[in-house]
């Protein structure tokens, strides 16, 4: 979509779409299942994370993120998702905001829990995002920005 910024100059905008479904899934599924299913896939948190945060075993936590990717898999909740699903194109600039799915989040305080911290500062840092979700790929940040991680340096080498 186009949007016309000043005098005939165009840019280029991605297509924003509101949406209630995934939270209204993720509600029925539970609160404890939910939230470990958004930890894994939102932030990347490990199963030992989860298990921590959550006072569980870790078996348990692969156990129910298993059970709830197959849940979503089911034909009665896939009926609901797959329009959901299918408007996501990976050559197409859609952002979904989900505004239901962002309360549900903050609800449930997800983010406060599973949000990677600084390890100089312990301020919160952004979650890497490609344009395919989170990015997994090498070692995760450690320090929000080179100055942290300076400083931390400077600590540990006096």
Not at 9 to 22: A, K, M, N
Not at 67 to 81: G, Q, W
Not at 124 to 134: E, I, K, L
Request: charged share 30%; aromatic share 8%.
């Amino acid at each position: 979509m186009k949007e016309r910024v000043s005098g005939s100059r165009y840019v280029d905008r991605p297509r924003v779409e509101r949406t209630t479904v995934l939270a209204e899934v993720l509600r029925g599924l539970g609160k404890e299942r939910a939230i470990i299913f958004l930890a894994v896939v939102l932030y990347n948190a490990s199963d030992e994370l989860v298990a921590e945060k959550l006072q569980i075993d870790p078996k348990r936590v692969r156990l129910s993120f298993s059970k709830t990717v197959s849940a979503l898999r089911h034909p009665s909740r896939a009926l609901e998702l797959a329009d959901y699903a299918y408007e996501i194109d990976a050559f197409d600039p859609t952002i979904l905001i989900d505004s239901e799915l962002r309360s549900l989040i903050r609800e449930w305080r997800v983010e406060e829990m599973f949000e990677p911290l600084c390890q100089q500062c312990w301020r919160p840092m952004d979650v890497p995002w490609s344009a395919r979700g989170p990015s997994r790929t090498g070692r995760p940040r450690r320090y929000c920005s080179n100055a942290c991680r300076q400083k931390a340096y400077r600590t540990r080498h006096p």
